[in-house]
Structures are given as C-alpha cells and as structure tokens.
C-alpha cells in the first residue's frame, strides 16, 4: 500500500530514515555559541537575548518582541498581562497542540471550544460568531456567557501547521464583542496574510523556537505586540518582575521566570539568519508533493488565496479514520515517519466540551489529517 507516495517521499531526502521535521544548522550556530560562552553570559540576560528581540521585530514587523523560554511560557504570560484569571472563559479551538488549551487552564480560565474550518484547518469565524450570537451577550462592555455567567475575555486561534487562519475576520469579530485575540502562531513564522505577518492580527501573538519548528533555539519562544507600553509590562513580568535599581532586589508584584536564556539566544539568532533559505527550500519542497499528489488524486493541503504558508509540516487529507491508520503504518515501517493530527483537545480527560458546541469539521479532519517529512534538506 501506499508504494509510490513512500517512493516519491524518499526521493527528497537522503537515504536511510526519514524525520517528520529535523532542524538543520548550516549557518553561523557554532560561531554564536562559541561567542556566547566566551563572553560567560550564557543565562538570563545577554546581547543575544537583545539581538533575538531585534530581528523578530523586523522580521514579523511588530513594535515590541519579548523573549520567552518556550512558547507555551509565552502563551500563558500573553493571557496573564491580558488580566485572564479564574472567573474567565477563553475561546480556542479544539483542533491544536495541547499547548494552547495548557496555556488557558494555567491562568484558571475554562477554554470554550468553537470549530475550525475545513480549508484553514483554523478556527471557523463563521463558528465563532455563531457561537457568540447564540450564547453571549454585552453588558458593559464585556462580553458575557448567559449559560455560566462568565465574562469570555481573549480568544486563541491558531495557525495550524504555518497555515494561516481566517485571522482577520476573527479579529474583527472579536472587537465587536470586546475580547482579546491572542494569536497562536507557534507554527506560523515566515506565514503571511497579504502583506501583514500571522502573530501580528491579535492584541498579542506567540511564536515558538521548539526543536521541531521551522527555527529553533533549541528551547525558546517569544510574545510579540504592537502595544509598546503592554510590551514593557511583558519584559518586566517574564523577568521575575524585578523593580530597576543598581543593586537592591524588590519585587512589586507577581513576577516569572520565563527568560530565553543568552545561549539558546545565540542558537535562534543564527537560525533566524537562515530563515529566508529555508522557506525558499519548503516552498520548492511542498510544491513538488503538490505536483505530485495531484497524479495520485490525493489531497495534499495548500496555502489559502491571499495567505502565504510557511509550509512548516506538510499536511494530507485521507479518505477516512481507516485510510489514515493504513498510511500511518505503510509510511513509518518503511522508515517514513509520518504522524496523525492531534486528538481533539475534547477528547482529553481535562477539556471536556461542556458547552456542547458541534464542531464537525474539526471531527472531520481529526479523522483524516496526517503530515508527512518536512524537513529543509541542505543544499551541499
Ligand atoms: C509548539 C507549539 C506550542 C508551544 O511551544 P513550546 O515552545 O513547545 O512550548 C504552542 N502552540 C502550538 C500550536 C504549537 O505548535
């Protein structure tokens, strides 16, 4: 089963086992580390750390970065500085990494799931603002949930696999009923809409620097806004809050320690650089399984009109639930690693749907979705 798909995957990558996704260090990665560790800055603070800041700001465009130590670290402070607490429920969607809905339960909010769209693979603006007509209402300028009487304060979309999602209209949904969008775009650098980088649409967007995704530092991640005061407060809080002064420790309020530190700084920096090659190489890569995917009448993923992926993991829509699990065991005995989809976020013991809001489309590609290798092959 499956013979030419694990034929054709093969002819991309070198021979022997293929990745899902491996990073690649072709570029000055072992310069910076070594600089770093000369300099004996290796932890907390840094020029790399300042520099990482710096060249996501011009490479995303937004006017305040911060850096973080993973990307679910940034999530959740993103949610914290937004005043998200016990009393509040967020909207998100129930086909993500786990990550997304871990971020809402830190803070003590309850996450509401609303569907995704079947071409986006992203929250449905259409489920959305159903879901909000249905239920909710605006009472002083908040919005409120009439079942459980909660305020519904931010709402999480994400771009899934570097696909970007119907970020505008959620947006725009949103600020009529008064609730923060933090974008999840922890899949989605080097992803655009028109000429606006994902992250950059919400009130805050989070990228991460897993070893997984397109860029890594090994561990990392950041928080990035166009409100330069909310980024100061996100620097101050990542940094244990700490009061300035020359010498004395005093702290005002809750503080975090969730610093990117100088060395994997180093790392993200050098990866950084490398960025425009390795979407240049993913774009070469994933226009080549379109090609072919189309003579095997499979249905392989595509980036939306107006939107440029980033084709981080290449994606494949199968017939159904029992063609998947064929290619899944097909493709990994013969040393393809390819992976399903996440579960539902409402199949897990911790998120439950208990507003019973249906969400066939996210059913429907759980059922169906797998990726297969993506990663950048160096050109030697
Ligand atoms: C990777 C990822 C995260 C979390 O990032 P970490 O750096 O691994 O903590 C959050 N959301 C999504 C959608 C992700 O893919």
């Given at each position: 089963m499956f ?8 002819s ?35 020029k ?48 993500t ?24 693979m992203?929250?449905s ?14 009472k ?8 459980t009487?909660?305020?519904?304060k931010?709402c ?14 959620i947006?725009a949904i ?36 897993n070893g ?25 809080l990542?940094?244990t809050?700490?009061?300035p ?9 809750l503080?975090?320690n ?13 990866q ?33 009109e ?22 899944l ?12 989809i ?8 911790m998120?439950?749907n ?6 066939p ?20």
């Amino acid at each position: 089963m499956f013979k030419n798909v694990i034929e054709h995957i093969k002819s991309h990558f070198p021979k022997g086992f293929i990745p899902l996704h491996a990073p690649v260090f072709v570029g000055n990665e072992k310069k910076y580390l070594n600089e770093c560790i000369d300099s004996t800055f290796v932890s907390s603070v840094g020029k790399f750390v300042d520099r990482f800041e710096v060249d996501m700001k011009a490479i995303t465009g937004a006017k305040s970065v911060v850096a973080t130590m993973n990307g679910t670290a940034a999530l959740h402070i993103a949610l914290h500085v937004l005043g998200v607490g016990v009393e509040d429920e967020v909207i998100t969607q129930p086909l993500t990494f786990v990550a997304t809905c871990n971020a809402i339960k830190y803070t003590g909010a309850t996450p509401i799931f609303v569907d995704v769209d079947l071409d986006t693979m992203g929250m449905s603006p259409k489920s959305l603002s159903a879901f909000l007509e249905q239920n909710c209402e605006l009472k002083k300028g908040q919005c409120f949930n009439k079942t459980t009487g909660k305020i519904i304060k931010a709402c999480v979309p994400m771009h899934t696999f570097g696909f970007p999602c119907a970020i505008q209209e959620i947006v725009a949904i949103c600020n009529v009923w008064n609730i923060e969008v933090v974008e999840d775009a922890a899949e989605s650098l080097g992803s655009w809409v028109g000429n606006q980088h994902t992250g950059t649409f919400g009130k805050v967007g989070i990228f991460s620097f897993n070893g997984n995704k397109i860029v890594t530092a090994g561990g990392g991640g950041c928080v990035v806004t166009d409100d330069v005061e909310l980024g100061k407060k996100l620097k101050h809080l990542t940094t244990t809050a700490k009061e300035p002064h020359a010498w004395a420790y005093r702290h005002e309020v809750l503080g975090f320690n969730y610093r990117m530190p100088n060395i994997n700084a180093a790392l993200i920096c050098a990866q950084l650089e490398c960025l425009p090659q390795f979407l240049e190489q993913k774009r070469i890569l994933a226009t080549a399984y379109k090609a072919f995917f189309e003579t095997q009448e499979m249905s392989f993923k595509w980036e939306q009109e107006g939107t440029k992926a980033n084709f981080w993991l290449n994606t494949l829509l199968l017939k159904d639930a029992a063609e998947k699990t064929t290619f899944l065991e097909a493709t990994n005995k013969n040393g393809v690693m390819t992976r399903p989809i996440w579960d539902l976020m409402t199949s897990l013991p911790m998120y439950q749907n208990t507003l019973n809001v249906s969400i066939p489309n996210a059913a429907y590609l759980a059922d169906r979705i797998v990726n297969i290798p993506s990663s950048v092959v160096p050109i030697t």
